[in-house]
């Protein structure tokens, strides 16, 4: 079941289509604290769905609208994310309040309606996202406790085969073939980033060899890849 809470911020997109998933976490003390911000008309943000931590979906905006989630980002040279994407947003303390895992059940929850947003919009797996993707420089959410692995093994997003030999890349050429915005941010940025979504042992901007590795195998996994 999908509460529904509607929010004031959102207006009509500008461009399309929606094909963009953008996973946030909330970064404040309580779901109900993030619900009402995220409902607040001062406040100027919002996305079309908020999972608090047992697992109860809020619809803040419909996803016909523009939410205000994304603010300024980028991704494979699109810079209106907002109006291309549906945002969701995990109830989550983040980096400054006690950062941990996410529950099963709000997973589980995130699975279920991102299986069902999916149906609805042309998104391909390479465009599940984290807020820390598409604004490296400025988000660290969902963060490296958020388990991709296990959601690309359900069909939403990526996670590549760490098995198959692969042919190493120059790690910049690899991450913008993925999407980053290699000429807009620091190298150690877009590293960090990389390595909060697809290496999440050791966040510290450094392409050793495992990072190295890990951006060949994602950059493969990447339409026109050959």
């Not at 999972?51 to 810079?79: F, K, M, N």
């Not at 945002?87 to 941990?100: F, K, M, R, S, T």
């Not at 709000?106 to 390479?126: D, G, N, W, Y």
Request: aromatic share 8%; glycine share 8%.
């Amino acid at each position: 079941m999908i509460i529904e809470h509607p929010s004031p911020n959102y207006e009509a997109r500008r461009e399309g289509p929606i094909d963009i998933l953008v996973i946030h976490y909330t970064g404040m003390t309580s779901a109900s604290a993030a619900l009402e911000r995220l409902c607040d008309p001062i406040a100027k943000v919002s996305s079309h769905y908020l999972i608090d931590e047992a697992g109860v979906v809020s619809q803040l905006v419909d996803e016909a609208a523009r939410a205000y989630h994304a603010g300024v980002s980028w991704w494979a040279g699109t810079r209106d994310i907002n109006s291309r994407s549906i945002g969701i947003e995990l109830a989550n303390p983040g980096h400054d309040w006690g950062y941990h895992d996410f529950p099963a059940r709000q997973m589980e929850a995130l699975l279920e309606l991102a299986q069902a947003i999916v149906t609805r919009h042309p998104i391909p797996s390479q465009r599940v996202l984290g807020h820390s993707d598409i604004a490296p420089d400025r988000k660290q959410d969902p963060g490296e406790r958020f388990d991709w692995r296990w959601l690309a093994d359900r069909g939403i997003g990526l996670w590549p085969d760490l098995e198959t030999p692969v042919t190493m890349l120059e790690p910049q050429a690899g991450l913008a073939r993925i999407g980053y915005n290699v000429e807009g941010q620091e190298l150690a940025t877009l590293i960090r980033a990389f390595q909060r979504h697809w290496r999440q042992s050791r966040i510290d901007g450094l392409i050793d060899t495992e990072t190295a590795d890990r951006i060949a195998r994602v950059a493969t996994l990447m339409p026109g890849f050959i």
